[in-house]
C-alpha cells in the first residue's frame, strides 16, 4: 500500500489549463457549476490570491515545476515546436527537451523515495520521453487540441484518442492509482487537463453539458463589454450576443466536465482510504479572460501581452483532512514560484536548489499557523519583455524597452480599470516600485535566458532561448 503517513503524503497534483480564477461556484460564480471544486474547496483551504508565474501555459508549468523563474528556465511562451514527431511534418523538426539539466521537485521527490507519475498535459518539449523521474507517462502529444481525436503520445508516435480527452486524463490518473495499491511507497501523481482551453464548440464537449449552458444560463458572471483596444484580433469572439453564448458555453462546459472527473478522482482516493494521507492541490496553469476587459485569451489575449489580475491570479484549492484547515478561505498573496518549496517542505524532503529559487514555502498556512517569512508582500510576474510587481495594494507592469507602463490603485480599483501611470502624484511610486521589480528581476535572472532580450510576441516558442537556441528564429512572428 502507498503511504498512509500523513507527516509524508502522498500528492495529486491536478493542474488545469486556461481556467480563471473566477470559474469555480467555490469563489462566488453561481452560474457556473463545480459540484466537486467546492466539496474540495469545503474539505481544505481556498486561496483567492495565487498568481501564476506569467500568464500563458508552458513558461507557468516550468515555473512550478522547477521553482525558477521564465528568465531562469528559458521557457517563455508556449511550446510551438520539439513537442512530438508528428507536430511539424517538416526536414528541420526535432525533439527538443527545453528543460534539460533543470532540476523539478519531482527529482527531489524520487530521490526521497517518491513513486512519480504525470497523466495528461506536458507541453514542455520532447512528450515521447518520460521525464523529471516520472515512471509513469502518460500524456497529451502536444499542449491542447480537439477534445475528441486529441493527439496522445504511443511510444515513437502518436496516436488519436476518439474518447472525451478530460475522461481519459482522468482513466490514466485512476490507472496509476491502482498500480500504486501493490506497492509501499508514497507517490507524486501530475494529473494535467486540456481543459478548459480552447475549443469550446459544440462538438467539442458533452452536447448535454453545451446545451444546458446555451439554453439555461444568462452568463452574467462574465463581462459584455466592447473589445480591448489592444485586443488579438484571432483571440476576440464574435461582437454578436449569439456567438457570446456559444463561446461561452463551451468553456462553461468544459469546466464543469473537468469537474466531474475531479469528482472521480477524489471518490478514488476516499475508496482507497487515501484521503487523510493525500495532499490534494488543485490549480490552473494561468489565469483566463472570457470577455474581462474586453478580451478573450490570457496574456497573450492582447498585443502587447497584458498582466491583468484575470490573467495572472488562478485558482488554488488544498486540502489533506485532518491537516489542511477545512473550509477556510486564505488571502495571502502567493506565487507560483512558491509552491515547489511548499511542497518539499510538506513532505519533508530538503530542497539542493533553494538557494537558487525565489520561492518560500506557505507550509505553515496549511497547518493553520502564519504566513512565509517576506519582508514585503509582492508578487512578481514575466512574459518574455513585459514584467509586473504587485503588492496587496498596488500593480505596475513595465514593457522593455519603451512601454507602455501601466499602474494600478487595486485598493481603490481592483478591476484595473484606470492606468495612473501618467499621474504626476504617483511618480515616486512608480520609480520605487520600478527599482524594486529590477532589483528582484537582477537577482534571479539568468542572463543567457532573459527574457527582456527574446523576441516574445506570444504567438509561440520554436526552440531554445538564449545562445542555445536560434535566435529570433525561436519566435513565432506575431
Known sequence: MPSKNPDKPNIVFILTDDQGCWAMGCAGNGEIRTPNLDRLAAMGTRFDSFCCASPVC??????????????????????????????????THRLIEYLKDQPAYTDVLAGSGYVCGLSGKWHLGDAHHAQKRNTFWKVHAQGGGPYYGAPVIDGDAVAYEPRYITDVITDWALEFLALQQEGDRPFHLGVHYTAPHSPWGR??????????????????STPNVPAHPWASANRTAAQDEASRRKTLSGYFAAVTAMDANVGRLLDALEQQRLLESTLIVFTSDNGMNMGHHGVWGKGNGTWPMNMYDTSVKVP??????????????????????????????????EDPEAGHLPGVSFAALLQGRGGPPRENVVVFDEYGPVRMIRTESWKYVHRYPYGPHELYDL?????????????????????????????????????????THEGVTGSGQLDLAGPAGAGRAAWQPR
Request: charged content about 25%; hydrophobic content about 35%; proline content about 9%.
Open 58 to 91: 508552458s513558461p507557468a508549468r516550468a515555473s512550478i515545476l522547477t521553482g525558477r523563474i521564465p528568465s531562469q528556465h528559458g521557457v517563455h511562451d508556449w511550446i510551438r515546436a520539439g513537442n512530438a514527431v508528428e507536430e511539424y511534418k517538416r526536414p
Open 203 to 220: 462538438d467539442q464537449h458533452p452536447k448535454e453539458l453545451y446545451d444546458s449552458y446555451l439554453n439555461g444560463c444568462p452568463f452574467e
Open 316 to 349: 488554488m484549492l488544498i486540502a489533506q483532512p485532518g491537516r489542511v484547515p477545512q473550509g477556510a478561505v486564505c488571502g495571502a498573496l502567493l506565487s507560483q514560484y512558491d509552491l515547489r518549496p511548499t511542497l518539499l517542505a510538506c513532505c519533508g524532503a
Open 411 to 451: 485598493a481603490g480599483d481592483p478591476g484595473e480599470e484606470r492606468n495612473l501611470i501618467d499621474a504626476p502624484e504617483h511618480a515616486a511610486r512608480i520609480v520605487a516600485l520600478k527599482g524594486e521589480l529590477e532589483q528582484w528581476f537582477v537577482r534571479y535572472v539568468d542572463p543567457a535566458r532573459d527574457g
